[in-house]
């Protein structure tokens, strides 16, 4: 089965990429005792950047899978899927 976010694979690849070096740069900061509000600003900076993944994944997963299921006609998908989703949007807004 493609996943929903097939098409931006690679952007949200290069993208984590750059969220994993700005975490480094945060446990480099850490090392070099750096003033505690610059490393605040760069955890917010890192922060949104997952943010801004999540609600991509989020979209997508809603574009494709959750559409999907509930065209199907299948009311146990339907019901799957919508279940997945309302679990993902709990997680995420509980994370807040």
Not at 42 to 67: G, R
Request: glycine share 6%; charged share 30%; aromatic share 4%.
């Amino acid at each position: 089965m493609t996943q929903g976010y097939a098409a931006d694979k690679d952007a949200l690849t290069k993208r984590l990429h750059r969220i994993e070096g700005q975490v480094r740069g945060i446990e480099r900061m850490v090392d070099e005792d750096r003033y505690c509000i610059e490393i605040l600003t760069q955890i917010s900076a890192v922060t949104t950047a997952l943010d801004s993944v999540a609600f991509l994944l989020l979209e997508n997963h809603v574009d494709h899978c959750v559409t999907g299921a509930l065209g199907s006609g299948d009311p146990e998908a339907a019901r799957e899927k919508s279940r997945e989703l309302l679990d993902a949007v709990h997680r995420f807004s509980r994370a807040r």
